[in-house]
C-alpha cells in the first residue's frame, strides 16, 4: 500500500520560514506527480502545490508569491518550501499523489500530515 511521510513542521513566528518534507518508501516519489495539500482548522483541505516528475512545480495564487515545491528524484523526496508565513498559514500539512484530472483530488491513503504552527 503506497504510504506517503510528511516531516519539517513545526511552530514558527510570522514572517519565518519552513521547508516540509514527503517521503514515501519505493519510486512512489520519483515515478509520481506529488502534490502538497493542507487542512486549515475548521476547514476543508486545500491544494497548496504540485510537483510534476520533471520538478516543475505549480500553485496556486494564494501562496506563489511565498511557497514554493521541488524534488529530488534521487533521494526520493519532495520538498515545500514555505517564506513569509503568516498565522492563517496554520494547518496540518498532507502531501500526496493528485489525481491527473483533479489536482484537489488526492489518490493515495493520506498520511498523519505535519503540524504547521504560525504564531503572530
Known amino acids: 500500500q503506497v504510504q506517503l511521510v510528511e516531516s519539517g513542521g513545526g511552530w514558527v513566528q510570522a514572517g519565518g520560514s519552513l521547508t516540509l518534507s514527503c517521503t514515501a518508501s519505493?519510486?512512489?516519489?520519483?515515478?509520481?506527480?506529488i502534490a502538497w495539500y493542507r487542512q486549515l482548522p475548521g476547514k476543508q483541505r486545500e491544494f497548496v502545490a504540485r510537483?510534476?516528475?520533471?520538478?516543475?512545480?505549480l500553485l496556486p495564487d494564494s501562496v506563489r508569491d511565498r511557497f514554493d515545491a521541488s524534488r529530488d528524484n534521487a533521494k526520493e523526496v519532495v520538498f515545500l518550501q514555505m517564506t513569509s508565513l503568516k498565522p492563517e498559514d496554520t494547518a496540518v500539512y498532507y502531501c500526496?499523489?493528485?489525481?491527473?484530472?483533479?489536482?484537489?483530488?488526492?489518490?493515495?491513503?493520506w498520511g498523519q500530515g505535519t503540524q504547521v504552527t504560525v504564531s503572530s
Open positions: 510537483v510534476a516528475r520533471d520538478g516543475s512545480a
Open positions: 500526496n499523489i493528485p489525481s491527473p484530472t483533479n489536482w484537489g483530488r488526492a489518490l493515495a491513503p
Open positions: 519505493g519510486s512512489i516519489v520519483s515515478g509520481n506527480a
